[in-house]
């Protein structure tokens, strides 16, 4: 019996994996509709749209939902989603920023304020921790793309700001105004990035002990699930131990 129970288990597990993968594929496909409903629905021409069809085809989001996605917006179709970003202080008075595309001000205000409360944390004012993170765009590359250097010498002629190069990758971060140029001649050069959007980069992140981590973890992990939440920031670290317990 065990073999069927790790079986059974196995099947919950791809279960559970396979409906948050539709899931995000509705938070993406929505971001492709606004974007391409805010400017022009050629990518390549619409940077927002540009970075969110990036987004879809790094998950692997099948090349019929993108197109159904713009489409949408052509026709006019679907709701019409408000752009919402709440702050707050979670566990631990860590900044959180969250970033939502609503059809309902009130459920999303409702649900993302009791997410807050529940973990000891509480919902504040539009710009009470924002002021915390700088607003960039970040332009992501696998680590086999190019060496440390040439990746830094082709972002430093880009115009980008900043380069971070580890073992995970190469991140190119520039400012909100360059990030579309500084992703198109870098993409010339390398590629499809394999992530580029304008982010939250916290100024400096806050070490918290592993029972308030766990606590943020879980917070995290709710606003992420909710319908509503397209992003989630916050300028905490926690361990490598409490890392892996959390699956992470």
Known sequence: MAGHSQFKNIMHRKGRQDAMKSKLFGKLAREITVAAKLGTPDPAMNPRLRAAVVAAR???MPKDNIERAIK????GEGENYAEIRYEGYGPGGVAVIVEALTDNR???ASDIRSY?????GNLGETGSVSFMFDRVGIIEFDRSVASDDAVLDAA???????????????????????????????????????????TWKPQNTVAVDDETGEKLVKLMDLLNEHDDVQNVYANFEISDALMAKMGG
């Open 106 to 108: 009130n459920r999303a």
């Open 72 to 75: 949408k917006a052509l026709g």
């Open 116 to 120: 807050f409360t529940k973990s000891g």
């Open 156 to 198: 430093i002629e880009a115009g980008a700001d900043d380069v971070i190069s580890g073992e995970g990758g190469h991140e190119v971060y520039a400012s909100p105004d360059s990030f579309h140029e500084v992703a198109k001649n870098l993409e010339a050069k390398f590629g499809e990035p394999r992530k580029a959007a304008l």
């Open 58 to 60: 790094a998950e692997n």
